[in-house]
């Protein structure tokens, strides 16, 4: 699975998005049906998604990182006991797709996005990202530096 591409997406006028044949077809086939979105973290105004299967997987992995070995028992156990794993699935949404991979974008995502004129979706190989086009941009143009810079240390370190 690998999510790939930059594609510019309107919303119909019933609010609907369509998640394109690449994208779909990069979901688990036995989970087709239905993906999961989930506010960035730690970028305001980006939206994440995943399968179902890999949201949980990432979840798990976050668990394990942030929580250790004990850490599940603790959250079980510690109503007060902070899960970042807990924090990110409260506010995930479970996202039923048509056939032809349309999907209606919840309320609270068409706003954290300010999507109006559409919505750039990304792949970020094992997840994708919703984006406002002009933010989009933006982050493009300063990830193009950051590869640029990248590349150049390659270069350097071989040289060493």
Same mark, same amino acid.
């Given at each position: ?13 019933? @609010? ?11 979901? %688990?086939?036995?989970?087709?049906? &239905? ?9 305001? @105004? !980006? ?27 603790? !959250? ?7 899960? %970042? ?13 048509? %056939?032809? @991979? ?12 300010? &999507? ?6 990304? @792949? ?26 990248? !590349? ?9």
């Amino acid at each position: 699975m690998a999510f790939r591409s930059e594609i510019l997406i309107k919303l119909d006028k019933k @609010g609907r998005v369509l998640l394109p044949a690449a994208f779909r077809d990069e979901l %688990p086939a036995d989970d087709r049906g &239905a993906f999961v979105l989930y506010h960035s973290p730690n970028v305001s @105004g !980006v939206v994440n998604g995943n399968s179902r299967m890999g949201f949980d997987a990432m979840l798990e992995r976050l668990r394990a990182e942030a929580l250790g070995p004990k850490g599940s028992l603790k !959250v079980a156990l510690d109503d007060e006991a902070f899960d %970042p794993a807990g924090y990110l699935s409260a506010g995930a949404r479970t996202i039923a797709m048509e %056939p032809d @991979g349309r999907f209606s974008m919840p309320a609270e995502f068409v706003e954290a996005l300010d &999507a109006a004129d559409g919505v750039m979706l990304v @792949g970020k190989v094992e997840k994708f990202q919703l984006w406002n086009p002009a933010r989009w941009q933006a982050r493009r143009a300063a990830e193009r530096e950051k590869m640029a810079a990248f !590349v150049r240390n390659l270069s350097a370190g071989g040289d060493a």
